[in-house]
């Protein structure tokens, strides 16, 4: 085989597909050449192939340095089923497991070890290094080196001794690196004449939208029962709102749970791992969740609070739609968050310079959730790629927002909160502005002050947004220490007494705005949670999460192709050789049951044609069910031909091997596609009966 082709080869045999994407080649190309690369890609766009796929073409075992135990143990088990040997040291191992791995290392049995980067520059394990042979070092989440990055971890800054002792190809990859970090990577890490491939930072398949940080349970939860079926992440900042909202989830019969650093390490992991195969759909947690989550049919995630920059939002939003389908994203904008998160830095006891770093990338977040273009672009001129045209996948390029002078609208609010002294909160301000007749207003005598009801003529919810806006915009500001009163804030007094004006953007529409609904794919449905129903019980049986075995995307097209054969089942994308040896006999089992259990519609007339159709559906086989109708089994086996033709719910593999099929098509072939049934026969050497030839025949011309 020519050298070039054998990667890809590789790809479909061991990861099922059939195309590289983006700069995976060049950069695996590079990299089995020799040279130290630093890959900058999107999560979700493939990294871990430039390094587990050099694994299998080069000499010896390739160090993988990640952070994340939880991500390495999943990658672990992917190569495993894949038939990829590879293994993981962590902190969370016996000791007799990491001699067993050592061990296994040091017979070179391993083509993968991940290490954490605590154990990569030990003294022992840099040893250890000089014994092996070593074809790789690839450091994942290189952005760990650099302070300006987002989880600056010092370790990271001693790796560069590792890369200095090893002369083999060097891959530095990062999901998430602005400008600086980026220059800072190579540089702290001493790459060689690396070359920087950085991919596009756009994830055109996720929808971007930012909403006004108010009625924001109500929204989630009528989004979540609208979704019922869809797995999602709702991220907050206390641990508090997670367990509210899971609570509020669950009353309306949403599979939901809460995730947060105050639990114990044990149930921590018991909610990842029902998350990850399925049993639970939605989580809600704090931003320690989803660090090593690697699961691909996240179909939204939801911001209740605002994230502390656009790198936490970026990777946050990116744990969606890892599958290539349609993912929904919503973040609540809330100038209140903000301050919380700028008294976080405050108080924060490390240095001022970092503390200058962290204002300024949350200064950048709030421009982020107030600005009226296209998010996508503002994201990626964050991380240094600049252009012109706009996205059309978030809020603002679907629905640009409309502005208009507000000025009186807000004049009008305004001056309420003068009159009632600063002492009420969004709600009842917005009941006293629209005139509320409610006891608890007439009871305090907000009715008497002279702004009551001077706005009638607004939606409740419309003035909300309304007033969220000028929250947003820093007329108000929301006291949260003393029950989230409104204050009046320097620009909001020019606006009352210097005539300031004020603009608004027209109400959102909350259809329009709450994350799109996932566009309709073709496949069968009943069959696809036939699959998944499968999958989780396979899972669990090896004691893996459910993707590692097929990911969402490879189920569906199974259950849109319904192959009957391997080598159908070779097609798929997602589906390679190992993993067809384990588990492909139990999937086309199901897809079979599945076909032969479908109710018959009934487009083919005739009793007799119908009659062998259900005998077929008891597992009889051609032979019996001739005997007991008193036909030939040439009449089945036409019976069953017309059944197949006229697309009834015929399994070909219960009547004709695929080891027929395949000589029945090459001696066809070879006969130059004849339609003389006897000739093939003879051809054959009689040994394939004229009922199968003619099945074999039809499976052909049809597929
Ligand atoms: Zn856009």
């Known amino acids: 085989m020519n050298k070039a082709e054998l990667?890809?080869?590789?790809?479909?045999?061991y990861f099922g597909y059939d195309t590289f994407r983006g700069h995976q080649e060049d950069i695996i190309n590079r990299t089995i050449e020799g040279h130290d690369t630093l890959v900058i890609m999107p999560t979700g766009a493939g990294k871990s192939i430039c390094y587990q796929l050099p694994a299998l073409i080069m000499d010896g075992t390739v160090i993988v340095v990640s952070p994340l135990i939880a991500l390495m143990q999943d990658q672990v088990d992917a190569l495993t089923t894949a038939g990829i040997a590879a293994a993981a040291l962590h902190s969370h191992q016996s000791d007799t497991s990491i001699k067993e791995i050592l061990g296994d290392f040091k017979n070179g049995k391993l083509k993968l070890l991940y290490v954490s980067p605590e154990r990569a520059v030990s003294n022992y394990f840099q040893e250890q290094i000089d014994l092996q042979k070593i074809s790789l070092i690839a450091i994942d989440e290189a952005h760990c080196v650099s302070v300006w990055g987002n989880d600056f971890r010092p370790e990271y800054t001693e790796l560069v001794h590792l890369i200095n002792k090893t002369n083999v190809p060097h891959l530095a990859l990062t999901a998430t690196a602005d400008k600086a970090t980026?220059?800072?990577?190579?540089?702290?890490?001493?790459?060689?004449s690396a070359k920087t491939f950085l991919s596009s930072f756009e994830r055109t398949n996720i929808n971007i939208n930012v909403q006004p940080g108010q009625n924001r349970i109500d929204i989630i939860t009528d989004y979540v029962?609208?979704?019922s079926e869809a797995s999602g992440i709702i991220y907050c900042l206390s641990k508090k709102s997670t367990e509210r909202i899971a609570k509020k989830l669950?009353?309306?019969g949403i599979k939901s749970a809460f995730y947060h650093a105050g639990m114990s390490g044990e149930s921590r992991q018991k909610v990842q791992q029902a998350f990850q195969s399925d049993e639970l759909t939605v989580i809600c947690a704090t931003i320690a969740f989803g660090m090593g989550i690697d699961k691909s049919n996240i179909r939204y995630v939801i911001h209740y609070n605002l994230p502390k920059n656009i790198e936490s939002y970026y990777q946050e939003i990116g744990r969606a739609g890892r599958d290539g389908n349609a993912a929904s994203t919503l973040l609540f904008f809330s100038l209140g968050d903000a301050k919380i998160l700028r008294q976080f830095i405050d108080q924060s006891t490390a240095s001022e310079d970092f503390k200058m770093i962290q204002r300024t990338k949350l200064n950048r977040m709030i421009e982020f959730g107030q600005a009226s273009s296209c998010r996508t672009n503002f994201i990626l001129s964050y991380f240094g790629e600049h252009r012109r045209t706009s996205c059309g996948h978030c809020d603002n390029c679907l629905h640009?927002?409309?502005?208009?002078?507000g000025t009186i609208i807000a004049q009008k609010a305004l001056s309420a909160a003068k009159r009632l002294n600063e002492g009420v909160a969004i709600n009842a301000l917005v009941d006293i502005l629209r005139g509320s007749q409610s006891s608890e207003i007439r009871r305090k005598g907000y009715d008497q002050i002279k702004t009551f009801g001077s706005i009638t003529d607004l939606k409740r919810e419309d003035l909300i947004q309304f007033i969220g806006q000028l929250i947003n915009q820093g007329y108000f500001e929301i006291d949260f220490t003393h029950y989230n009163k409104l204050s009046i804030t320097q620009l909001g007094s020019d606006v009352l007494y210097?005539?300031?004006t004020v603009s608004l953007t027209a109400p959102i529409d909350r259809e329009q705005k709450t994350p799109a609904k996932t566009k309709k794919e073709h496949y069968e449905t009943g069959l696809f949670?036939?699959?998944?129903?499968l999958r989780l019980k396979l899972a669990k049986e090896a004691n893996l999460p459910a993707y590692a075995i097929f990911n969402d995307n490879t189920l569906k097209e199974m259950s849109r192709v319904k192959p009957l054969f391997e080598k159908d089942l070779l097609d798929i994308s997602g589906v390679g050789k190992h993993k067809i040896s384990h588990y492909g006999a139990y999937f086309l089992e199901a897809i079979r049951a599945f076909n032969q259990k479908k109710i018959v519609p009934l487009s083919v007339r005739g009793e007799t044609y119908l009659k062998t159709l259900s005998m077929i559906q008891t597992d009889r086989s051609v032979a019996q069910i001739a005997n007991q109708r008193s036909l030939s089994e040439n009449t089945i086996y036409d019976h069953i031909n017309h059944l197949y033709l006229n697309n009834e719910p015929i399994n070909i593999s219960q009547f004709v091997s695929s080891d027929e099929i395949n000589k029945i098509t090459s001696t066809w072939y070879k006969l130059k596609k004849t339609e003389e049934i006897k000739l093939l026969f003879q051809a054959?050497?009689?040994?394939?009966?004229y009922g199968k030839i003619k099945l074999a025949l039809s499976f052909i011309k049809k597929s």
């Open 529 to 533: 949670e036939v699959l998944k129903a």
């Open 400 to 405: 640009p927002p409309k502005f208009f002078d």
């Open 498 to 500: 210097k005539d300031a």
């Open 250 to 252: 669950k009353e309306k």
């Open 182 to 192: 980026r220059q800072d990577i190579a540089q702290k890490l001493g790459l060689k």
């Open 225 to 227: 029962s609208a979704h």
């Open 7 to 13: 990667p890809l080869k590789l790809l479909k045999e």
């Open 684 to 689: 054959l050497n009689e040994k394939i009966n």
